[in-house]
């Protein structure tokens, strides 16, 4: 049985990496400016993952094939170098591997939250609620109107809260079901959370950041490829959360003038 | 041959009549069976809820026959709605993370054996264990409630994030006595682990024999030793936060709420509180839990990996250690679950680094158990194969947390089934592995009985291939962006990937099925498996120098000394190739 | 002659019961909704998070909180007796209020109290019908496609507002009333109360958005009263 246990662990070896090895869940293409950061360290922590995991179950096989059904006067014998060597490879190999990946990785993180907006970045407002994720644009007059939400009023599509009649900056705000932006320009995305804590997650933007209530986040990002790609919800949010989704949909400058036009009207 | 000191010390009474000896028993034999007996039921249960929700992930329009019986909101027709996925996905982790795996390993198999091993009669406080059990039931009781109540179970998951879960009926279904009912289940435990935690230390601390050095306790003591140190903590701090939950929902206090929610149209009346709190409450409970959950695991198997192995370990004591270090570190951690939580970017990073240092203590133990295999004479039984597939295990769920650990990373993943599939490998698999190792390793001395190995091998066999089957794809799946905790997968991108689901389920299905053989086997030989001596396995530690099924005060009126660590192996033994540790013999090496 | 008088009061008698079992009878009540002022301008509605029902369109269908025909009529107004007429017991047929394109048909379902209300997902996607009365007993069901309908009543009358807990633009309401004798005016704002027995009235009209209006009117026999209504619009 020692001999069958060893061939299933290099069989679980070999059938696990063959799908990464063979690329068969490609990563989606990336249309962000610091998505290659992310990308490339992922590809170097799935190298080092790989070798440790195959490494460790390849050996495990190969002691069960060598160490099993040993007669019972079988001399036992101890691995050369013994704890000592265990506790030294793994502070050096794993320790000073592991932290490396680490520090060098943050170079991904800084870019995304340690490096500010520009100062020009398109200014969008996104709300998520249950179960749909809204897109407020300031309009001409380049101002957002203040949200209240005793005054939101979903039925007349006003899911923002915001009250035209009274509130000057709120009368041109263009609100819109979909995250429409202008290609190669950076958008500073504003979180609002109208009711729960929600996501906001494209995958070929290689972005994610929870919608906290009671806190004022943001996401920025500069989109390098037109085409419609989807925001989809993951942070656990009711009963819709499945099918809470929004499109980003990025337009050539020119496209995306017409379109905001068309919206004012 | 056992050598024994003077005055037997008595912790209780001989236990009477019905009631005392099976029920409300002060024994922590029969405390630790309770234990083990309400976890398979919360397993199944648990399971049972796992292949629901697998069946409706793939075929959510489908009706299943019956379904309607259990939940006539939940699933009309037999068809689950989205709410009832949601609320059967939260009892699932919910059961399976406190009842089974907080249970299993720690209470039942600790509760039963570390007494015995360190040679006392029983525990410190005999009646505060008891109502450990009992206040363990009493939760579960509550929880399972959840069930039968109109609205069904709360639908927030087991980590019941808020402003979600503290809101009330307007979140959504089951949120409003449901979450209740939740929050005051989970509230209960915390209090049963409080006690159990206390018992285990005080025990561990006061009650060895003589001779019983901490350094010689077996690593199983110690994991259960450390484990509750873990557990006194972290349980410390869920207690409060669940308070603070159930004040929020029924007091009318805003710990967790901020102003000007507007949900159900309704805007709710709360402000000032902090959804962020809850998580960092929450997860500094939750990341030690799931050391807790691992680290007996990672005891029992140590131990039986020892004994059918016939050598002992390279170092226990850079085991000792490293458990120790282990639970030291999952303290420092917590944050990696919020890396994109809306908290401060800088934290996440500094989170990173210990989450990464735990590498460490995690890779000796790795190294050392791989290593120890080494020059071995290994014998495979029903319990040395989950000792040894839990290696295998551990080290793929703990290879995928190293991705997890780096925030960079934690952007594209979190979220996603990669964190699914991790957590599943390492608890859901990987710990349970521990479980029935125990399980198999142990029975003839709680029992006298021998488990049936044919059918272990079988159980070990479909499900080690098939929880590899079920969750490796998890993390390809997180790779490409699949997204946790839907119901069914509605977005574009995910249409080339349903067939992997669709096997996943298949793979699901027939691994559970299998564990009807463990549970078959474990209830057959409770009544007619073949009679067990006393030391079958040839095991060095004190549970083996005792009859089995033990007495009531284990080592009857005499009181062990101990010679030995439990590592004599592969020496010149009187009994064999091995010294048990109450043997006054001297060591004699093998001379090879 | 003697049997002159009893034959005239025989065919009195016949005439009389000849007008009575003849059918409906008794006064009517008819009239338009208009509106005065700007009415806020009905957006679009952006259904591109739910493809399945998007698709359904070839141009996206508008929102439904004020809709305005010709000649400044008022549609989805509620006209009903509010008082004057004791409270009719409900009729055995459902009233049925349909999931489908992602929007509630009708816009504004009017029915009695204890009157069984028959909810149908026409839809590929499930949606979660949730209504908040605030004197009626509240509940909120999923309905994923394919299920049966859902039945539920009420026992109060109350103007219901409904909600879709899935789709935030799919918005409603349920008119629950306490008797037979009530109109939803349609394209045109026109509506006919028929069948009041001689008596006072106060037939009131309820708009969501615009608030609700009443009038008192009197029937004597079988004569039609026309009365109009006229709400002031918001432009916002």
Do not use: I
């Given at each position: 049985m020692g001999k069958f246990f060893a061939v299933v662990l290099v069989l679980v070896a070999v059938l696990s990496a063959y799908p990464i090895i063979g690329n068969y869940f490609p990563l989606p293409e990336d249309i962000s400016t610091h998505g290659h950061l992310i990308d490339s360290q992922l590809h170097d922590t799935m190298l080092e993952a790989g070798v440790a995991f195959i490494g460790a179950q390849l050996v495990l096989a190969y002691f069960l094939f060598a160490f099993t059904?040993?007669?019972?006067d079988a001399p036992l014998k101890n691995f050369p170098g013994g704890a000592k060597l265990m506790v030294i490879a793994a502070f050096l190999l794993v320790g000073t591997e592991v932290l490396a990946l680490g520090a060098f990785g943050q170079k991904a993180w800084a870019t995304v939250y340690f490096t500010a907006p520009k100062a020009d970045a398109l200014q969008i407002q996104s709300q998520a609620e249950q179960f749909a994720f809204y897109f407020r644009y300031p309009g001409p007059d380049g101002k957002f109107g203040a949200i209240h939400p005793d005054k939101i009023d979903e039925g007349n599509q006003n899911y923002f809260g915001l009250d035209p009649a009274n509130d000057v900056?709120?009368?041109d705000d263009i609100v819109s079901g979909e995250l429409v932006v202008p290609v190669n320009r950076e958008v500073n995305l504003m979180l609002h959370a109208k009711d729960f804590g929600h996501s906001f997650y494209v995958r070929e933007l290689r972005i994610q950041q929870d919608f906290v209530p009671g806190l004022d986040l943001a996401v920025h990002f500069t989109a390098t490829k037109v085409g419609k790609y989807e925001i989809v919800c993951t942070q656990l949010c009711g009963l819709g959360h499945y099918n809470m989704k929004a499109y980003l949909n990025v337009k050539s400058q020119d496209d995306y003038d017409k379109w905001l036009k068309e919206q004012s009207q | 041959m056992h050598e024994t000191s003077v005055e037997p010390v008595h912790v209780h009474a001989p236990p009477q009549g019905f009631w005392r000896k099976h029920v409300f028993s002060l024994d922590h034999k029969v405390i630790g069976k309770q234990y083990y007996a309400l976890a398979l039921v919360a397993v199944f249960t648990g399971m049972f809820l796992s292949w629901l929700m697998r069946i409706h992930m793939v075929w959510p329009d489908a009706k299943i026959h019956g379904l309607e019986l259990l939940s006539k909101n939940g699933a009309p027709g037999g068809v689950m709605t989205p709410e009832y996925y949601l609320s059967l996905l939260t009892m699932h982790g919910t059961l399976m993370v406190f009842f089974v795996l907080t249970n299993a390993p720690f209470a039942a198999f600790g509760n039963y054996f570390l007494p015995i091993q360190i040679g006392a009669e029983d525990m410190a406080f005999p009646r505060f264990n008891m109502m450990s059990f009992w206040t363990t039931f009493l939760a579960w009781f509550v929880l399972m409630l959840a069930f039968v109540i109109p609205d069904g179970p709360p639908i927030a998951g087991w980590t019941e994030y808020t402003p979600l879960s503290a809101v009330g009926r307007d979140a959504g279904p089951g949120m409003q006595w449901g979450a209740s009912l939740w929050g005051i289940s989970i509230a209960i435990f915390c209090i049963a682990s409080l006690l159990g935690a206390l018992n285990f230390i005080a025990t561990t601390l006061d009650l060895r024999a003589k001779g019983m050095t901490l350094m010689r306790m077996p690593l199983c003591t110690w994991a259960w030793f450390i484990t509750s140190c873990i557990a006194l903590l972290a349980f410390a701090v869920l207690l409060p936060a669940c308070i603070l939950l159930i004040l929020d929902r029924h007091a009318g206090t805003s710990f967790f709420i901020p102003g000007g929610l507007v949900a159900s149209d309704r805007l709710q009346p709360h402000s000032g509180g902090s959804p962020l709190l809850w998580q960092h409450l929450f997860w500094f409970f939750g990341h030690p839990e799931v050391y807790i959950a691992i680290l007996p695991s990672m005891g029992i198997v140590s131990h039986i990996l020892i004994n059918s192995m016939r050598k002992p370990l390279l170092s226990a004591k850079v085991v000792i250690y490293s458990m120790m270090s282990i639970g030291f570190l999952s303290y420092m951690v917590w944050g990696h679950h919020m890396f994109v939580s809306g908290m401060n970017p800088l934290s996440s990073l500094t989170f990173s680094f210990p989450t990464l240092t735990i590498t460490i203590p995690a890779t000796i133990l790795t190294l050392i158990w791989l290593g120890s295999l080494y020059g071995a004479r290994i014998q495979l039984t029903s319990a040395s194969l989950f000792a040894i597939g839990f290696i295998s295990m551990f080290v793929s769920g703990g290879i995928s947390g190293f991705f997890l650990a780096q925030p960079s990373l934690d952007i594209y993943l979190?979220?996603?089934?990669f964190v699914v599939g991790h957590f599943h490998m390492v608890m859901g698999v990987a710990s349970l592995f521990g479980v029935f190792a125990g399980t198999y390793f142990w029975f003839p001395k709680m029992t006298g009985r021998y488990m049936n190995e044919t059918i272990g091998k079988l159980h070990f066999w479909i499900t080690f291939i098939g929880t590899y089957l079920i969750f490796m794809p998890m993390h390809y799946l997180g790779l490409i962006g699949?997204?946790?905790?839907?119901?069914?997968f509605v977005d574009d991108y995910m249409s080339p990937y349903l067939w992997l689901h669709k096997d996943m389920t298949v793979a699901a299905l027939i691994t559970g099925a299998a564990q009807f053989l463990f549970l078959y086997n474990v209830i057959y030989s409770r009544f007619k498996g073949a009679p067990a001596p006393e030391n079958p396995w040839n095991c060095t530690s004190l549970e083996w120098s005792i009859p089995s099924p033990p007495p009531w005060n284990n080592f009857g009126d005499r009181h062990p000394i101990v010679y030995h660590?439990?590592?004599?192996?592969?020496v010149k033994g009187s009994q064999g190739d091995f010294v048990m540790q109450d043997s006054p013999e001297q060591i004699i090496a093998s001379g090879d | 002659m003697q049997m002159k008088p009893a034959v005239i009061t025989g065919f009195a008698l016949l005439a009389a019961s000849a007008v009575a079992l003849a059918g409906p009878s008794g006064g009517t009540v008819t009239g338009k909704v208009t509106y005065e002022g700007t009415p806020a301008k009905m957006k679009p509605i952006d259904m591109s998070k739910e493809p399945s029902c998007a698709k359904m369109y070839t141009t996206p269908p508008m929102a439904e909180t004020v809709v305005t025909g010709a000649s400044n009529s008022l549609e989805n107004v509620v006209v009903y007796v509010s008082a004057g007429i004791p409270d009719d017991a409900a009729p055995s047929t459902a009233a049925t209020f349909t999931q489908k394109g992602c929007r509630y048909i009708p816009h504004l379902l009017a029915f009695q109290v204890n009157q069984e209300l028959k909810i149908i997902n026409d839809d590929q996607t499930s949606h979660n019908i949730h209504p908040l009365p605030k004197i009626n007993r509240e509940w909120n069901k999923s309905q994923p496609p394919g299920t049966p309908p859902i039945v539920e009543k009420y026992d109060k009358p109350e103007f219901i507002p409904v909600k879709c807990n899935v789709h935030p633009w799919m918005h409603g309401t349920f008119a629950v009333l306490k008797n037979s004798h009530y109109a939803v005016t349609g394209d045109g704002g026109s509506f006919s109360l028929a069948n009041l027995p001689p008596g006072k009235y106060t037939i009131t009209a309820w708009h969501e958005s615009y608030g609700d209006q009443s009038q008192d009117v009197t029937i004597s026999g079988t004569e039609s009263k026309t009365i109009t209504f006229v709400f002031k619009a918001k432009p916002y």
């Open positions: 059904g040993r007669k019972s900056d709120a009368r | 979190h979220g996603t089934y699949n997204v946790r905790r839907y119901q069914s660590d439990p590592y004599q192996y592969g | -």
